[in-house]
């Protein structure tokens, strides 16, 4: 299907993914205890001083690592059915878990009768919309955090995943267009589209996010070439430091950025290496912390950093028993 691109093309040698893909959770996390407790990201360190928030960088972290490794798959499956598959045991088994979590924890706090709760409309609408992502999300369970500083929502976290849900459609097209065998037509998509972009659009995170798959795609594609050096590690640093403090629009940080990453991602430390056997807690960590949060502000952890704590534990747990007793087991069933 790929001409020259084998199964083999897939990165053989060690990669720090897991550790990264851990800490953008935890940068979610900490960006979100922020807006919960305060209803707005005003305070947000780092939004404070770029204009970019720490959830921004994490979910940067997550699409850029994604664009590398669907690429990656799409091509060493063999077929789209086998690509399909594997997406959809990697995605759905633990967010359908996720809502079903949801939906409990808002029965116990639901300010609400009980039948008025189970068979609302909302309710009908967070399970089918969230589980499926292909209606549109739904954030709203009824009479649930109607009084918290960010009110209603329970999920605010689950925003990423259609988008996410559309990035790997468009690999799959445009494998089977055969543009992964043509990666100069990929180069200069992804380099028209940060270019183009802030000229033409006002800022949107759907865009900035493509915008780090794209160019994860393409780093992925051209890793026979890129050389990962500190030299060129401290440069990217430099670049990003500039983009800053001269208010450069944010697409200007894409490559940069990206580049750091993968820098980290294939740096050879063994100590750092060991992380991976450990299993991968990210995505777990991703969807079950937004709702934990909320039902902590609930309870009255209301300071910013007593909550990033506190919910980071318990999303840790959550996340440990999802990625040992759903994910893990449900990837056991992807093709070869």
């Excluded at 493509?210 to 780093?219: D, I, N, Q, R, V």
């Excluded at 401290?234 to 697409?251: D, E, K, R």
């Amino acid at each position: 299907m790929q001409g020259t691109l084998s199964r083999t093309d897939l990165p053989v040698y060690p990669n720090n993914f897991n550790l990264l893909r851990f800490i953008a959770a935890g940068l979610v996390i900490l960006s979100h205890s922020f807006p919960l407790t305060r209803g707005n990201n005003d305070t947000e360190p780092l939004f404070s001083l770029t204009g970019v928030t720490f959830g921004n960088l994490g979910v940067y972290i997550f699409f850029a690592i994604s664009g590398y490794l669907i690429t990656g798959s799409f091509i060493a499956s063999g077929s789209i059915w086998k690509y399909a598959l594997k997406r959809a045991l990697r995605i759905y088994p633990a967010l359908i878990a996720a809502v079903v979590f949801c939906i409990v924890l808002g029965l116990l706090v639901s300010d609400v009768p009980v039948s008025t709760y189970i068979f609302s409309k909302d309710t009908l609408a967070f399970w089918v919309k969230n589980s499926t992502l292909l209606l549109g999300l739904h954030y709203h369970l009824p009479g649930v955090f109607v009084d918290n500083p960010l009110p209603h929502v329970v999920n605010g976290s689950l925003w990423t995943l259609p988008e996410e849900l559309r990035m790997y459609i468009g690999v799959g097209v445009a494998g089977l267009l055969g543009l992964f065998r043509r990666p100069l037509i990929m180069y200069l998509l992804t380099a028209a589209a940060i270019t183009i972009y802030p000229f033409l659009f006002p800022r949107n995170e759907s865009i900035d996010i493509l915008l780090y798959f794209m160019t994860g795609s393409a780093f992925y594609l051209s890793r026979h070439v890129i050389q990962y050096r500190m030299v060129f590690f401290f440069l990217a640093i430099v670049m990003i430091i500039c983009s800053i403090y001269f208010q450069l629009p944010v697409p200007v940080l894409t490559i940069p950025l990206t580049y750091c990453i993968f820098y980290l991602a294939f740096s050879k430390n063994n100590t750092v290496l060991k992380f991976n056997n450990y299993g991968d807690y990210s995505y777990g960590l991703y969807i079950y912390a937004f709702p934990i949060q909320q039902f902590l502000v609930l309870q009255g952890f209301n300071a910013p950093y007593q909550l990033f704590f506190l919910s980071f534990l318990l999303t840790l747990l959550a996340a440990f028993c999802s990625w040992h007793l759903i994910e893990k087991k449900a990837l056991k069933f992807k093709p070869a």
